[in-house]
């Protein structure tokens, strides 16, 4: 996992809490990347403190993230979803990371 690049900045994905504004606004970006992807390889990537992360490792970064998600991005991830049991239980970016990793693959193993 990408976890170099946040030496210095207090978060552990591992121990989760709260994570710095610039992931929180990455894994939005990931969402809308993921939501216009038309699917096969490569997926899409999002620029994140001068490097580029997959959407997947963008999820692992936020797993035990407890920042709540601004409603409309909650919105934007059970729109995503086919089965109202799949929609989010609540909406925290831990939540949104573990939703958004499960549509992808299984969006993945449909095409």
Not at 10 to 21: D, I, Q, V
Request: glycine share 12%; aromatic share 6%; hydrophobic share 35%.
């Amino acid at each position: 996992m990408q976890t170099s690049m946040l030496v210095g900045s207090g978060y552990s994905p591992s121990r989760g809490g709260h994570a710095p504004g610039d992931l929180r606004e990455a894994f939005g970006d990931a969402v809308d990347a993921f939501e216009a992807w038309g699917g096969g390889d490569p997926g899409p990537t999002i620029e994140v403190r001068g490097g580029r992360l997959t959407v997947s490792a963008i999820c692992g970064l936020l797993w035990n993230c407890s920042d709540v998600m601004p409603p409309a991005k909650s919105q934007q991830l059970n729109d995503l979803t086919k089965w109202p049991q799949d929609r989010l239980r609540s909406n925290t970016y831990a939540a949104g990371a573990r939703l958004l990793k499960s549509v992808m693959t299984r969006s993945h193993q449909a095409v």
